[in-house]
């Protein structure tokens, strides 16, 4: 009876598998590919690379295999995109088509670069298959496994947590359900502590990786040469600049559905009026930031407004108090742009709990804000584009579908009565 119903569900997914398929075909070799194409695969180069560029052995091991057989890695790769459409799908509506298209038309409003960048084969092998399975292994952890399931689930999750994003998400994803198990004195299935470990392991060979080093010492002069003379302080602000121009100032129709929904959502159902006050501001705010980051990329500064007002004798007063905060802040705009946006962040953080009743998706959604903040400890951080923000967008959409089921729900509620 269940396939049944789902019947429709699966014939459309499989239609997206075979189209897709077709279609990777005029995709041109680009960027990163053809570098990879070319290599041979051996032991001796995986730990070559690992000397000399990169922790991602397990990843690039077997991108540089599936090169070679294109149409093999078309086939898998519109497998694994329509299995990153179907648990999305699954974990808010359930597998039915509604919920299927919705995630299809917020799919078509992710920026083309968030899986070209890097060239299709690269960044589809590196970004989209070990997020899937990430995904796909965070799902796993309550259910009962059998052997073979857990020798899958341990190579899916080493793997997936051989990307440095995703092993970042997934250990703070593990460690908070685990806080939360404790506190709570819930049993602790032993899955958990096994993808904890896995996790652990690849944590440590990015940590030890000389390849890892290597590559940014060469970054640093190629790509991003003030990189040399940051410390902690610059690189947390140059992160969360990032991700706030990506999320609130570039033209990103998914944070704008997240957050008007949210709103509407708050101001329809929320029970408290001070959060439903919040729910507007992060609407508000977007023209201000609009205005800050122009000011910023036009060289205008706190400090030279100041000598502005003062060079032509107006208002003495605001320019006294805006030469105070220059002096305060002495990274000038950007930080007031910062501050405002951990100031939206936690906006949208109280609207989420108080939607879904729970902390659980609001700590999901922080998560995802740190998968891309931490690239401002990265001197590739401006050359990587739009594909490090690749778990940020899944979270997105699985927060817009989460308010969207929360409104079918409600809705329900008020016909049945």
Known sequence: MKLSREKGYWVILGSIIVIMTIGQVVVPVMGDDAFFINQSFSIDWVVSRYQQWSSRIFIEAILVLISKQLWLFRVFNAIIFASLLDLLT???????????????????????????????????????????????????????VTAKTLLWLS??????????????????????????????????????????????????????????????????PTFFPEFAQFNLFDKINLGISNTSKMLLVQQNMLMLFLITLLAVFIILYGQKLYIKCLSVIPLLVVPINIILVTLIHNGYTIQSFSQYLIEKQSSPALSQVLQLVSTLLTNDVEIILNVGFILILLCILLCLWEMSQSLSLPYLFTVGFASHAMMGFSPSIFKSGDRTAFILYMIIIYAILSILTRFYNQTAVVDSK
């Open 90 to 144: 699954q974990s808010s509506f359930g597998r039915q088509l509604k919920g299927l298209f919705l995630v299809v038309i917020f799919f078509l409003f992710l920026p083309v670069t968030l899986f070209l960048s890097a060239g299709w084969l690269a960044t589809s092998v590196n970004y989209l298959w070990p997020i899937t399975a990430g995904i796909f292994v965070m799902k796993q952890l309550d259910k009962t």
């Open 155 to 220: 190579v899916l999750t080493l793997f997936a947590t051989n990307q440095e994003q995703v092993c970042i998400t997934i250990l703070l994803l593990l460690l908070g359900k685990l806080l939360f198990l404790v506190v709570t004195k819930e049993k602790i299935h032993y899955v958990h502590y096994l993808v904890l470990g896995l996790t652990v392991i690849n944590v440590g060979l990015i940590a030890l990786s000389p390849g890892n080093q290597s590559r940014q010492a060469q970054s640093i």
